[in-house]
């Protein structure tokens, strides 16, 4: 906590037209639109599994099983848009929905027979945003609503849609990520040990469990702090740093090369320490819920836990615009690195009041990917005009 500075409350002002409110028919047009799409997005899926549904993934869910989910979908999507008609104001969502769930039905909806499927190096991960997709709007959105951290920030804030095409981008390009990391990893064979690998393999699996949150800690935490003080690494991360509403989809917000990146970096110790496959897998659930959480607009009491683990209140102040906070919070897991390399901001009970970058950075997607290179012209042409 920083003595000589006044920590403010953030004030968020209710947007009333993007608010969603019962029985206006917005709810349920967003439902029918979304279960359209997504149940669109798993017919085409199930037509060409092996372009895009990934390898990883298949071995872990039962495709039969996701047909049931995947007709549920159908159904609740043509229900929703039935609803929104009946509603009228926003008739042309309902109309777009059903329209959307009638060409799944038409491509064969359910039934698409399921076999066997050749696995190819590269793929879209089409399952794998769906269910991310599914899974995320169930568990965030119902803690964001349970526990909201600022009550009037609307799930439609300002951008979303952005943050949405990120979400899918990031999502789809999931087995390019994982061939690039695979591939990136190879080059760390001449530091394995076999020794080492089967002693780690003999501890519970509790105990590498934890090895592994630590050793990835380690690694993101340096990674992460170098993207914030190497100064031309930092415009690839500020676009992950430019959102400024946080919430359960705004994590979803980076640069490629820092999505490719981290999960490169991250491969490395995992590869090295060679756990078992259990307490991998419990690594891999408790990250990937872990990254969507803190960035959440939720309040949801931690007690002293957050004095050990990265909670949304400690990562919502990594991305505070505010001067005590700048360059602080790199962990992704546990607060240890940043307490022990000094760079932690945890006031209490305080929040921030500002997020975002000091400079303003491109709104659209492709102005945020050129963003690194686009910088640099900036920087030169305001040091020629000095
Ligand atoms: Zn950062
Ligand atoms: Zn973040």
């Known amino acids: 906590m920083d003595k000589n500075y006044t920590y403010r409350d953030r004030h968020v002002e209710l947007d009333a037209d993007k608010q969603f409110r019962l029985g206006e028919g917005k709810i349920s047009g967003y439902c029918s639109v979304f279960l359209g799409a997504l149940s669109l997005l798993a017919v085409i899926a199930y037509l060409f599994p092996s372009y895009l549904t990934t390898n990883e993934l298949r071995n872990v869910y039962d495709a039969a099983v996701l047909q049931n989910v995947l007709k549920y979908g159908m159904y609740f999507s043509l229900l929703f848009g039935f609803i929104t008609f009946y509603l009228k104001r926003y008739r042309l969502m309902g109309a777009v929905g059903i329209a959307l769930t009638s060409c799944a039905f038409l491509l064969g909806g359910y039934t698409v027979p399921v076999g066997p499927v050749e696995a190819k190096r590269l793929s879209l991960g089409v399952d794998w945003l769906i269910l991310a997709f599914l899974g995320s709007v169930f568990i965030f959105l119902a803690l964001e609503k349970l526990w909201p951290k600022y009550k009037n920030q609307v799930i439609l804030r300002s951008g979303w849609g952005l943050d949405l095409f990120y979400f899918c981008f990031n999502h789809l390009?999931?087995?390019?990520?994982?061939?690039?990391?695979?591939?990136?990893?190879?080059?760390?064979?001449?530091a394995l040990s076999t020794s080492l690998q089967e002693s780690i393999q003999s501890m519970p699996i509790l105990l590498q469990f934890l090895l592994v949150v630590l050793s990835a800690d380690f690694v993101l935490y340096w990674e992460h702090r170098l993207y914030h003080e190497v100064k031309w690494l930092w415009p690839i991360h500020a676009v992950h740093h430019s959102v400024e509403n946080l919430d359960w989809l705004a994590g979803s917000r980076g640069h490629f090369i820092q999505v490719f990146s981290e999960r490169a970096m991250v491969m490395v110790p995992l590869y090295l320490l060679g756990v078992d496959e259990t307490a991998l897998n419990i690594?891999?659930?408790f990250a990937a819920l872990q990254a969507v959480l803190i960035h959440c607009n939720t309040n949801l009491p931690f007690g002293y836990?957050?004095?050990?683990?990265?909670?949304?209140?400690?990562h919502h102040w990594h991305h505070?615009?505010?001067?005590?906070?700048?360059?602080?919070?790199?962990?992704?897991?546990?607060?240890?690195?940043?307490w022990l390399f000094n760079t932690m901001h945890l006031p209490k009970k305080h929040w921030p009041a500002e997020y975002g970058t000091t400079?303003?950075?491109?709104?659209s997607f492709i102005g945020q990917t050129l963003y690194p290179v686009t910088s640099q012209f900036q920087k030169r042409k305001s040091?020629?005009?000095q």
């Open 173 to 190: 390009a999931i087995s390019a990520v994982l061939v690039y990391a695979n591939y990136h990893v190879s080059h760390f064979d001449w």
């Open 359 to 363: 400079k303003k950075l491109p709104e």
């Open 383 to 385: 040091e020629t005009h």
């Open 305 to 314: 836990l957050k004095y050990i683990i990265v909670t949304p209140q400690f």
């Open 283 to 285: 690594y891999v659930a």
């Open 320 to 338: 505070s615009s505010e001067k005590p906070a700048i360059d602080t919070n790199y962990s992704a897991h546990t607060i240890l690195f940043d």
